[in-house]
């Protein structure tokens, strides 16, 4: 791959990676004002429902962005490999070293997410916050 390609493919892996966290983000938030507002009102169907739906998505969203986030890592790897075959990538703002780093903690955190949104949505089931 030359480097303008190699360039292009990294710029479209992280615009995914960063679309597939920000939809998450929305279905998080919307959890976490479904379970404020609502929480306490739902009947255990409604909440098994809402719980499944969201345990559904979250987990779509989180293996999307685990492998997109795989190919961003391969993506810089490959800029290393150019870099040592002597092309000028000094303009670049990655490093390797964010290829074995990066993929475990963006997927480490949109779990550490899921649990969060989890445990505040049975949370405010019990009782009502700030009341």
Known sequence: MSEYEVATLLNELFNSVLNSIE???TALFAMLITGYLVGPKLTRGMTITVVGLFTGFSALAIFMTAA???RVAGIILEFDR?????????WIFVLP???RIVPGAFTSLLVAAYL???LFFFHSRR???GR
């Open 82 to 90: 150019l870099a040592a075959e002597g092309l000028d990538l000094s």
């Open 127 to 129: 009782r009502s916050i």
């Open 68 to 70: 997109a986030s795989r």
């Open 23 to 25: 939809t998450f983000m």
């Open 97 to 99: 070293v964010t290829a």
């Open 116 to 118: 969060a949104t989890l």
